[in-house]
Nanobody, 119 residues
Framework: QVQFVESGGGLVQPGGSLRLSCAAS????????MGWYRQAPGNQRELVAL???????NYADSVKGRFTISRDNAKNTVYLQMNSLKPEDTAVYYC?????????????WGQGTQVTVSS
């Protein structure tokens, strides 16, 4: 019913930049909170950034000042601009969107995209 397409992951050197995007499709009445999470090998999935419908943002301490989350409501898309990337940012990044659809409020996850920061 509701599907996400993530893109933008890849291999980048320390200090480099990358922009992730996640576009939702399907029968969506509205998208509430959007977010990005990441999971490194051996670690639990952790919150990276959130953005509310009205544009209020929240970031993990480890990415503050380096990452920026934004959204385009007309395109049902959330972005994560990642600057000054560090090796410790290496992880699979997952898009998360809380939406209102025909069945009510639901949370959906993207398939994940690999981000590798290495010299």
């Amino acid at each position: 019913q509701v599907q996400f397409v993530e893109s933008g992951g890849g291999l980048v050197q320390p200090g480099g930049s990358l922009r992730l995007s996640c576009a939702a499709s399907g029968s969506i009445f509205s998208i509430q909170t959007m977010g990005w999470y990441r999971q490194a090998p051996g670690n639990q999935r952790e919150l990276v950034a959130l953005i509310s419908r009205t544009g209020i943002t929240n970031y993990a301490d480890s990415v503050k000042g380096r990452f920026t989350i934004s959204r385009d409501n007309a395109k049902n898309t959330v972005y994560l601009q990642m600057n000054s990337l560090k090796p410790e940012d290496t992880a699979v990044y997952y898009c998360n969107q809380r939406v209102i659809d025909a069945t009510g409020p639901n949370t959906y996850w993207g398939q994940g995209t690999q981000v590798t920061v290495s010299s």
